[in-house]
T-cell receptor, first 111, second 115 residues
């Protein structure tokens, strides 16, 4: 079982719709959870951090964490073509002292 | 977040030459530096972790004698690809941290092409 799992996609949503990206992780003692956005040919950019159960909103982005289910998600409201990118889920576990990344979900926002 | 620079952004070299990539953490004291590699349309892969003033720890399958990492200060780490070959062509990205929130920020990356 992979430590951090994401559906590779592509996930295609029309402009203006809500994009829902999901991630599961295997290590129950994971402490911190992150979403990165990576445009083609560029390095990852941190867009959301979440540390406790529930929702965290930042503009059009909402991160959701459910530690009991070992599940973290990212919702993008009012999706724009500029949101088209690969979204990486990352999990930090203190014992490893490093981030573990999922393989990423490619999002395509269509006009 | 942390501001990170990498130099060069792009390099093309002949097979057999060595290439040095510099990573600078401009506003964050990077006790730890992570080096990643990413092949086209593939996921990010951790190559090695270095701590300032000590030897790097390499991930399984990464040759430590081929990918030399120096982390002599809290603001500078270098990755040298020795005797580069076409299969080393990739996107190399450094990342200092994590910070007190466990966040990691990435450098802009260096695209290496070996002919």
């Amino acid at each position: 079982q992979k430590e951090v799992e994401q559906n590779s996609g592509p996930l295609s949503v029309p402009e203006g719709a809500i994009a829902s990206l999901n991630c599961t992780y295997s290590d129950r003692v994971s402490q911190s959870f992150f979403w990165y956005r990576q445009y083609s040919g560029k390095s990852p950019e941190l867009i959301m951090s979440i540390y406790s159960n529930g929702d965290k909103e930042d503009g059009r982005f909402t991160a959701q964490l459910n530690k009991a289910s070992q599940y973290v998600s990212l919702l993008i409201r009012d999706s724009q073509p500029s949101d088209s990118a690969t979204y990486l889920c990352a999990v930090y576990t203190g014992t490893a002292s490093k981030l573990t990344f999922g393989t990423g979900t490619r999002l395509q926002v269509t006009l | 977040g942390a501001v990170v620079s990498q130099h060069p952004s792009r390099v093309i070299c002949k097979s057999g030459t060595s290439v040095k990539i510099e990573c600078r953490s401009l506003d964050f004291q990077a006790t730890t530096m992570f080096w990643y590699r990413q092949f086209p349309k593939k996921s990010l892969m951790l190559m090695a972790t270095s701590n300032e003033g000590s030897k790097a720890t390499y991930e399984q399958g990464v040759e430590k004698d081929k990918f030399l990492i120096n982390h002599a200060s809290l603001t500078l780490s270098t990755l040298t690809v020795t005797s580069a070959h076409p299969e080393d062509s990739s996107f190399y990205i450094c990342s200092p941290g994590p910070d007190s929130y466990n966040e990691q920020f990435f450098g802009p990356g260096t695209r290496l092409t070996v002919l």
